[in-house]
């Protein structure tokens, strides 16, 4: 029940104006298992600034999933 109150008050988070905010967001649901879409980290890889390109990057190797290896290995040989 705890767990679920946390996802719940987690949730307005994902559509903050701050990129930041939202991955951060994604991550933690994440790792509270709250069925959370990581696709929009995909997004931020592209996102104007280099500082929030690498925090897509980051977080989306924290999460371990396979399946961003592709995007993350696109994303690193992209101009800066």
């Known amino acids: 029940a705890r767990i679920k109150g946390l996802a719940d008050n987690l949730r307005p ?3 903050d ?4 905010v939202r991955a951060g967001a994604i991550f933690a649901l994440s790792r509270l298992n709250a ?3 990581p696709t929009p980290l ?3 890889l592209n996102a104007p600034e280099p ?4 925090l ?3 977080v989306l190797g924290e999460l371990g999933n396979a399946s961003a290896v592709p995007m993350l290995m ?3 040989a992209a101009p800066a």
């Open 17 to 20: 104006s701050a990129l930041q």
């Open 35 to 37: 069925g959370v879409d």
């Open 74 to 76: 696109a994303a690193s």
């Open 56 to 58: 897509a990057a980051f």
């Open 42 to 44: 995909a997004g931020m």
């Open 51 to 54: 500082s929030q390109r690498a």
């Open 13 to 15: 988070l994902l559509s």
